[in-house]
């Protein structure tokens, strides 16, 4: 985690059980677009990128749709991890959108995999590609 808060990430809340045993973040999110980490113990498990607006984005890990795959992986693995533990932080960068030889780059997108193909993180299904 000492990396990416050194790369400009900050912490932006964390996720809890709810007393009916619910995921829910502990404040409210920023609706930029960025990118996101779910860590425990300052130890990264998962990246992801909020091109939809991060507030948004991780909403649906909260209350994911039964066609939602991912969501529904990470939902199942953040409850029973805090069934065992008393939170999941959540960190974001919002870098800038850029462009290369006059063609746009989509600066959350790009971190994203870039950090996906640095680190194997266990939560991400990639890394394991």
Known sequence: MEMLVAGG??????????????LVIDRDLPKAVGVYAFAMDDIVLYVGVATMGLAKRLY????????QRTSLRINATMISELATRPKVDVYAAFPPDMEWNGL??????????????????????????
Request: hydrophobic share 40%; charged share 20%.
């Open 9 to 22: 990430f900050e912490h932006v809340g964390s996720w809890i059980l709810s007393p009916d045993q619910r």
């Open 60 to 67: 649906f890990y909260g209350r994911p749709g039964v066609s």
């Open 104 to 129: 746009p780059v989509h600066g959350s997108a790009g971190l994203e995999l870039g950090l996906i193909k640095k680190y194997a993180l266990p939560w991400n299904m990639r890394s394991a590609r």
